[in-house]
């Protein structure tokens, strides 16, 4: 399936952009994967290619707290052995610990992640892109005052207000499995940017948040649509969702700009995911968005199969480019990490779909009266 007709497409494409983002422990050189698999299929020349830099401590204190800044810089100024607070304490204080290990230069590695998805943030403003692609971003979790599930920073948030200074309103579509509470968090009050979150939810699955009747606060009452699904969730349930419910609101939301995180754990067998999308699934959730013809962001997070992140986002960015790559990958530095198939699929497993007919006709039945609100 073929995108982006008559789009100019940019990418962000850093060395130290995916040093950093490489360094992140559960999707450690993921980025190189992706950017080598992009490269040998012959992407990269295809669209414009930007560089970034690492953001200013400015830049990340307009969504972040200074106390949550100063402790990041504390810690990255602090050897291991000197580091006299107790695990227990960095979860409690900041969001450090299991999920968010208080890694070596995790400084620099916050401005640089924030660093990527500004320069795409500055492709679309600056009207140099209407595809601005940054598959090292899309931290959704990461609070004002806290990292959280392996986000240190919210390059989303951190992005959306700078699209905002020239976009009047920003619509939001978060399609990794888990709930995109952060950036959820951040615009809870506003009505100048819809976010909307598909994601699993069921027991004990993080964050726990996200209810469909979770929709935003104050101002912002009902410019935030969350639509939590159950295990298993097929690609024809997944593009219906998103045609019968997301599509309607953000088409009446009319959005002058949006924003799209990518993540892959959604994908069939994720480590950490649970539904059982395809990329054909995502291609098509992504044509959809697509057709609002606006400027556009998209962005990665969760991938927890690094050789199928790359396969996913490899395969968007040439839908978006209106190419078509060969099933059969190239040899290149990773070739071995896409074995055994050694091709660029992933198809569904056979798991159940236990979102029944009649958990969605209710899900989108409470969900509906969203779009009529907005309207008002
Ligand atoms: N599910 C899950 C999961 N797995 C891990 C994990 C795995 C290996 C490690 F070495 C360290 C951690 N953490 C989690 C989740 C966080 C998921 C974050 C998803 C991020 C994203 O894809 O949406 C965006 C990039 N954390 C938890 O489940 C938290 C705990 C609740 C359970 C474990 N205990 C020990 C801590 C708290
Ligand atoms: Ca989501
Ligand atoms: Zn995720």
């Avoid at 992407?43 to 402790?71: G, R």
């Avoid at 990041?72 to 968010?100: M, P, Q, R, W, Y």
């Avoid at 620099?108 to 924030?114: I, K, M, Q």
């Avoid at 892109?129 to 390059?155: E, K, L, M, T």
Wanted: with cysteine.
């Amino acid at each position: 399936m073929l995108l982006g007709a008559g789009r100019i497409v940019a990418y962000v494409d850093d060395i130290n952009l995916r040093r950093a983002a490489d360094r992140i422990p559960v999707v450690r050189n993921r980025a190189s994967m992706v950017h080598e698999l992009m490269k040998v299929y012959g992407l990269l020349e295809l669209m414009k290619t930007v560089p970034s830099s690492p953001a200013s401590e400015d830049y990340v204190k307009l969504f972040h707290s200074s106390d949550y800044i100063n402790f990041l810089k504390a810690v990255t100024h602090t050897n291991d052995d000197d580091l006299s607070i107790e695990e227990e304490e960095l979860e409690d204080t900041f969001g450090l610990g299991f999920d968010c290990p208080a890694l070596p230069m995790l400084w620099s590695l916050v401005c640089h992640v924030a660093g990527g998805s500004m320069a795409a943030a500055r492709l679309l403003t600056s009207g140099q892109a209407s595809v601005a692609i940054n598959w090292c971003g899309g931290w959704h979790h990461a609070q004002r005052d806290s990292a959280s599930g392996f986000c240190y920073v919210n390059d989303v948030v951190l992005a959306i207000m700078q699209l905002r200074h020239k976009f009047a309103k920003v619509a939001y579509v978060d399609l990794d499995v888990h709930h995109g509470d952060g950036v959820e968090n951040a615009f809870a009050f506003s009505r100048s940017v819809l976010t909307v979150s598909l994601h699993l939810k069921e027991d004990g699955f993080f964050p726990g948040t996200g209810t469909q009747d979770d929709v935003g606060e104050g101002e912002g009452r009902y410019f935030c649509l969350n639509v939590p699904y159950k295990a298993g969730l097929s690609d024809d349930n997944f593009v219906e969702l998103l045609k019968s419910v997301v599509e309607e609101a953000v088409q009446v939301f009319a959005p002058d700009c949006l924003v799209v995180q990518c993540g892959g754990d959604a994908l069939a067998l994720d480590r950490l995911g649970g539904a059982n999308i395809s990329i054909d699934g995502y291609t098509r959730a992504l044509s959809l968005l697509l057709r609002l013809q606006c400027p556009t962001m998209l962005l990665g997070g969760g991938g927890y199969e690094p050789a199928n992140a790359a396969r996913l986002w490899t395969s968007l960015t040439a839908s978006v480019l209106g190419t078509s790559l060969d099933l059969e990958i190239p040899e290149h530095c990773f070739f071995e990490r896409y074995g055994p198939s050694f091709d660029l699929a992933v198809t569904p497993s056979n798991r159940r779909d236990q979102n029944s007919s009649e958990y969605l006709a209710a899900l989108k039945s409470s969900i509906k009266a969203h779009g009529e609100e907005i309207q008002k």
